[in-house]
């Protein structure tokens, strides 16, 4: 099956009781057994929920995976991923990180023992050198948050298995409409599910998908031991969102496109950051890797100071100035105060977060009103 018959179809079948088109919203705890250990496949809601396990089997097929596992955040679901590893052991990370997956890192998992390192991941020998025989992860996120740097996963999966190291990617930013890591030897995918896949700014939720039947076993016992588990309602709002995730990316990056233009052309702006541009450092691996660009995009100010960011994000009208990413309305956002207030300033500027960049989740929109928009809250600046 092709991508838009999956996004409607996969994992979804019509309810047997009913024959009820939409699959139900399992709203239960748990399930009366026949007798002991005679049941019908769930036991309790936290190992199994069909409403979930629909949207697990869903979200598997968008990846061209064959095991998904549903969390109740994108947290939860990089939490499960790090819990696979033991004391002592390393994580090879992309320093031009979520600010929520530095955190965790940084503040939950190095006092257990876990130690990180940050890099770019340009280069496969830059990340090769901060690889030993204690490393067992390799943690990539492409495009990146907020500075949109692409990053070659087939050549980060090299690396990672000459080392005899997971290759994990959290793909929130693509959407496995645009991206599929698994295809490009990854070996494990993380989404936040809150973002592009539910699509609607309704829901928190995280996913994962992996095609190793050993590596999907020992993710299963964390969901079910740890209890980070989305619940049926949460469930059948993805469902539902997913339906016109091919929909709703075509719109995101057609509208993309147009606004990038704009903002390139636009006097008070300095860079502009969206991977579809051919100036984009990245254009190149993009263009090889993803199957169009997105919605996402950052940009800077000629006149670099944080008065000057503020003004603009507080002049816009139809954007609307929010954290998140990936619905249907545009929003638009201050990195340094918002999503990367956690990461010290000296960090993030060396990574490209200065005071002026502004951050732009494009929604579906009519483009002609989002650049209008735009254009007055840019006026004589
Ligand atoms: C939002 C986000 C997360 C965290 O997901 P939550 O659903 O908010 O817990 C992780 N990575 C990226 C790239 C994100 O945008």
Known sequence: MKFATKAIHAGVAPDSATGAIMTPIYQTSTYVQEGIGKHKGFEYSRTGNPTRQA?????AALENGRFGLCFASGMAAIDAVVKLLEPGDEVVSTNDLYGGTYRL??????????????????DAQQVAAQINDKTRLIWVETPTNPMLNVIDIRAMAEVAHAHNCLLGVDNTFASPYLQNPLDLGADLIMHSVTKYLGGHSDVVMGALVVNDEALAEKLYFIQNSSGAV?????????????????????????NGRAIAGFLQGHQAVDKVYWPGLPE??????????????????????????LATAMQVVERVKLFSLAESLGGVESLIGHPASMTHASIPKEEREKT??????????????????????????????
């Open 55 to 59: 949207l697990e089997q869903n979200l």
């Open 105 to 122: 890192y940084t503040q939950i998992f190095a006092k257990y023992g876990i130690k990180f390192h940050f890099t770019g991941m340009h």
């Open 230 to 254: 989305c619940g049926p309602m949460d469930s059948f709002l993805v469902l539902r969102g997913v339906k016109t995730l091919h929909l709703r990316m075509q719109r995101h990056s057609e």
């Open 280 to 305: 984009h450092p990245n254009h190149e691996v993009a263009a090889r890797q993803m199957r169009d660009f997105g919605g996402m995009m950052s940009f800077t100010l000629k006149k670099n100071d």
């Open 352 to 381: 490209g977060v200065v005071d002026s960049l502004i951050r732009l989740s494009v929604g579906v929109e009519d483009a002609e009103d989002l650049i209008a928009d735009l254009e007055q809250a840019l006026a004589g600046l």
